[in-house]
């Protein structure tokens, strides 16, 4: 992993560690695919992405979106700017992290980094 990668998701990296019970760089590897993120967290209308933007997500909910959002940055942008990439997953995951600890203005903090055609333009290929 590259140390950019390390400044920019201390939060992530620890929290990443914590959920496998694990501390070495190992356990930095996504066990999630992109996809699979994708699919679970912020497919459709009623999503979980959509239930935290709008406010009606359940505390498990923002728990899980903390999960999939460090899944995502550990994930390499399969196309695109890695250092934006970097940027724009460790913004969202950052947000969730504010979500789930109920600091104030995470709403919209959320709402700014969890722009789904921002990041598609640049990183989802076609
Ligand atoms: C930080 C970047 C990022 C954000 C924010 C993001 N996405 Fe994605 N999304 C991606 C990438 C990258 C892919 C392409 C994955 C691939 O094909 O490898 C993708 C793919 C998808 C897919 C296709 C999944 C599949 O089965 O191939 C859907 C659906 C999707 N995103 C929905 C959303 C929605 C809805 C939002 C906003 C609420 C959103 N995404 C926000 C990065 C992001």
Not at 6 to 33: H, N
Not at 58 to 73: E, H, I, N, W
Request: hydrophobic residues 45%.
């Amino acid at each position: 992993m590259k140390p950019t990668l390390l400044a920019l998701l201390p939060a992530a990296v620890v929290a990443a560690a914590t959920f496998t019970g694990c501390s070495t760089f190992s356990s930095t590897k996504p066990s999630m695919s992109i996809e699979d993120i994708m699919n679970e967290g912020f497919k459709g209308k009623g999503s979980m992405a959509a239930r935290i933007g709008d406010n009606t997500a359940s505390q498990a909910d923002k728990m899980r979106m903390v999960y999939l959002t460090q899944q995502l940055a550990l994930n390499k942008a399969p196309k695109g700017d890695a250092a934006d990439w970097e940027l724009k997953t460790a913004k969202l995951n950052r947000a969730a992290i504010a979500i789930q600890d109920k600091l104030p203005d995470s709403l919209e903090v959320w709402r700014a980094a969890v722009d789904c055609k921002a990041c598609h333009s640049v990183h989802k290929p076609d």
